[in-house]
T-cell receptor
Framework: GAGVSQSPSNKVTEKGKDVELRCDPI?????LYWYRQRLGQGLEFLIY????????KSGLPSDRFSAERTGESVSTLTIQRTQQEDSAVYLC????????????FGPGTRLTVL | AQKITQTQPGMFVQEKEAVTLDCTYD???????LFWYKQPSSGEMIFLIY??????QNATEGRYSLNFQKARKSANLVISASQLGDSAMYFC?????????FGAGTTVTVRA
């Protein structure tokens, strides 16, 4: 079946603007995750959804970052008043359920803040 | 908290040879999962192989195998018969509950 999809694939914005990043998980996957990858580095956990609730938001770097999920479907990561340090690839993953189920990743959104 | 250490920033391997990528981890949890992902230059993260902490046998998946040494907290990835398409960044990750913690990655370059 279809994998995880993300849009846009690339986003260039000016400092101070708000951006929205979208993730469509694999159909039937109840768990959804957002990660951030800075250039040349590993992935940093941002937030986890089980259904449409977010039991763990501990990775969100500041209150400028927020995320929501509609049911067990689409999720949106919003970054308000973007800063240059927000430039990174934002990756979304989904898994059938939580625990140690394998997480399957989308292609990512490359965000560049000028 | 979990921590993953990948000490090899980059490796070169000759086509058709095997390569071992090192991964050590630190966790106090008795139950966890270990994952390896491949990230080619296109940026996507491709799942390769999984090892559960209670699994008695080492995981294998085609040309990928995991050398799991629980007492040493080591989960090395072995890629056999390397192909040019194996050139990529490889990440080791540990999962407890739901969150994945990633290592810094190892860049593998396969030479013809």
């Amino acid at each position: 079946g279809a994998g995880v999809s993300q849009s846009p694939s690339n986003k260039v914005t000016e400092k101070g603007k708000d951006v929205e990043l979208r993730c469509d998980p694999i159909s039937g996957h109840t768990a959804l995750y957002w990660y951030r990858q800075r250039l040349g580095q590993g992935l940093e956990f941002l937030i986890y959804f089980q259904g449409n609730s977010a039991p763990d938001k501990s990775g969100l770097p500041s209150d400028r970052f927020s995320a929501e999920r509609t049911g067990e479907s689409v999720s949106t990561l919003t970054i308000q008043r973007t800063q240059q340090e927000d430039s990174a690839v934002y990756l979304c993953a989904s898994s059938r359920d939580r625990d140690t189920d394998t997480q399957y990743f989308g292609p990512g959104t490359r965000l560049t803040v000028l | 908290a979990q921590k993953i250490t990948q000490t090899q920033p980059g490796m070169f391997v000759q086509e058709k040879e095997a390569v071992t990528l090192d991964c050590t981890y630190d966790t106090s949890d008795p139950s966890y999962g270990l994952f390896w992902y491949k990230q080619p230059s296109s940026g996507e993260m491709i799942f390769l192989i999984y090892q559960g902490s209670y699994d008695q046998q080492n995981a294998t998946e085609g040309r990928y195998s995991l050398n799991f040494q629980k007492a040493r907290k080591s989960a090395n990835l072995v890629i056999s018969a390397s192909q040019l398409g194996d050139s990529a960044m490889y990440f080791c990750a540990i999962s407890n509950d739901y969150k994945l913690s990633f290592g810094a990655g190892t860049t593998v370059t396969v030479r013809a």
